[in-house]
């Protein structure tokens, strides 16, 4: 998963380098566009589409099959009613644009690009939803085909469409849009054919046709998506806003430079811990659904331990090469310096940043978003942007000071997501685990406790369509229909999570 993301980061800077070659005016435009994109629209889709982390993965360790095909369903419709609002609103880009302040031609032009790109977020809301089924049943190879044939002809695509057919501008757009349509395509003829000739009519098959169960349980459903969206977008507009920030300062045309520099320098590693982030999600999500929080905390704390690992080495190497790294994206000696004195302190911030990323995967895993938005908003908005400003402005720090911010808020939200983590009760999530997931035509199976022992999940209720159920039986909840859920202890039935409302 971690080539997998380095390869789709890299997918969308492609159009960005070739559009340069069209002049300055062209590349801030798309880049003006690309933000807007990656903002409004990408962040959310991520957000609505992490809550099949919970759903699918816990389902599928369940082996409650058809559950994961109806969330995938649910996700596909949800995702693409999610993008044509997107869309709707990003035909009012320019107005806004220049609300902002923006240069009247930068934002007709920028506006254009955005607008052009709505193909492509359409795409992109296929393939994320595709990519996560896949990934609750432990399928990545089909995945990381389809990304890195996708790096292959993002270069294709945009030299034929910016230079071959000479559409400048709006051949970067095109580009993106063919990219990310093909990966949708590719994936989606993926699934077809591994659902429908290789797993039909197995038993732990995930598709069983088109269902009108994926019309119901909108709510359940929104009620992990939406914290999703806060956890994420919380994170990821803090980054922007600090970007904007730099813009305030002495020589603002440096100070950006080089926050960018830093920001794309983070995007890199970022990209290479969000596989770990997604196999944590992937792996509590599992071992909750099958009753088993003793291994979901072993993964849990596995992934932490390694991510932790992995950025002490990224640090220790953005260091050693601080005189050199900025080359890689300009020549200017003012940005060069600039950067070679802010890459320690930016190195600081990496292993509280990934331990942040990858415990998230447990939350989501788990099904507890709403602790990672709270968190996120509390931290990064209360905390990390006054932190920020207060460094650079009151103190005169300049952007040595953002990153002074960006370095005590990383520390500080990673330190707290441990102390999440150690007082995380796996074996209270997998009973909720149980009682979302459990399939009506499968016997409740038994917890193994974390400290030993074990308990069996029931559900007492009636389903939509008014059946009684007993202890012993279990239901879909709370996708499919409301009841009581609870561990069977001494064969009574005491509750393990509050009844959720059918969606």
Same mark, same amino acid.
């Given at each position: ?9 890299? =997918?969308?800077?492609?159009?960005? !380098?070739?559009? @340069? ?14 933000? =807007?994109?990656?903002?409004? %629209?990408?962040?959310?889709?991520? @957000?609505?589409?992490?809550?099949? +982390? ?6 599928? !360790? ?7 095909? =109806? ?22 880009? +320019? ?25 492509? /977020? ?32 993002? $270069? ?39 659902? @429908? ?5 197995? $038993?732990?098959?995930?598709?069983? @046709? ?27 507009? /803090? ?31 970022? /990209?290479?811990? *969000? ?32 991510? *932790?690992?992995? +950025? ?41 940043? !990934? ?16 602790? %990672? ?34 370095? =005590? ?51 007492? %209720?009636?389903? $939509? ?6 202890? !012993? ?25 509050? $009844?959720?409302?059918?969606?």
């Amino acid at each position: 998963m971690s080539l997998t993301n380095l390869a789709g980061f890299c =997918i969308g800077l492609i159009p960005l !380098g070739v559009t @340069g070659r069209l002049g300055q005016f062209e590349l801030s435009s798309a880049v003006l566009g690309t933000s =807007i994109f990656n903002v409004t %629209g990408l962040s959310v889709l991520m @957000g609505f589409t992490a809550a099949m +982390e919970t759903f699918c993965g816990q389902a599928y !360790g369940a082996r409650n099959f058809r559950l994961v095909g =109806i969330v995938y369903q649910r996700a596909l419709l949800l995702t693409t009613l999610v993008t044509a609002v997107m869309a709707l609103a990003w035909t009012q880009a +320019e107005p806004l644009l220049l609300l902002l302040r923006q240069d009247p031609l930068l934002s007709r032009s920028a506006a254009l690009y955005l607008r052009l790109c709505i193909p492509a /977020m359409f795409g992109q809301s296929v393939y994320e939803a595709s990519k996560r089924y896949l990934l609750a049943q432990g399928v990545v190879h089909p995945q990381t085909a389809v990304t890195l044939v996708g790096l292959a002809l993002a $270069p294709l695509y945009s030299w034929l469409f910016i230079f071959y057919l000479d559409l400048r501008l709006a051949g970067a757009a095109v580009a993106v849009d063919a990219t990310q349509v093909t990966m949708a395509l590719l994936l989606g003829a993926y699934i077809a054919f591994r659902d @429908g000739a290789v797993l039909r009519g197995l $038993p732990h098959a995930t598709w069983h @046709g088109w269902s009108r169960d994926a019309l119901r349980g909108w709510r359940a459903y929104l009620r992990f998506a939406l914290p999703s969206v806060a956890m994420i977008c919380s994170e990821w507009w /803090m980054f922007e806003c600090v970007i904007l920030m730099s813009g305030w300062l002495p020589e603002p045309d440096v100070a950006v430079a080089v926050m960018g520099i830093c920001i794309n320098t983070s995007g890199l590693v970022w /990209m290479v811990v *969000t596989g770990f982030s997604l196999g944590c999600s992937t792996r509590v999500g599992n071992s909750l659904g099958a009753g088993h929080p003793r291994t979901a905390r072993r993964s849990a704390w596995t992934a932490a331990a390694i991510t *932790t690992c992995v +950025e002490l080495a990224a640090a220790c190497g953005i260091v050693a090469l601080r005189h050199s790294w900025a080359y890689v994206f300009t020549d200017a000696p003012d940005a060069v310096a600039l950067t070679a004195s802010l890459l320690p302190i930016f190195a600081l911030s990496l292993p509280g940043d !990934g331990l942040n990323a990858t415990l998230q995967g447990l939350l989501r895993g788990a099904g507890r978003q709403e602790t %990672g938005a709270i968190t996120n908003l509390c931290s990064y908005w209360l905390l990390g942007v006054p932190m920020a400003a207060y460094l650079a402005f009151w103190r005169g720090l300049g952007v040595h000071g953002l990153w002074w911010g960006l370095v =005590i808020i990383n520390t500080c939200q990673g330190t707290l997501m441990t102390i999440i983590a150690l007082r995380f009760d796996f074996n209270k999530e997998a009973a909720k685990a149980a009682a979302r997931t459990l399939d009506p035509r499968r016997p409740a199976p038994a917890l193994s406790l974390d400290g030993g022992g074990s308990l069996d999940v029931a559900c007492r %209720g009636s389903d $939509p369509m008014g059946r009684e159920h007993s202890p !012993g039986s279990s239901l879909l909840q709370p996708l499919l229909g409301g009841q009581q859920c609870g561990l069977l202890e001494g064969g009574q039935l005491a509750p393990a999570a509050p $009844p959720v409302a059918p969606g």
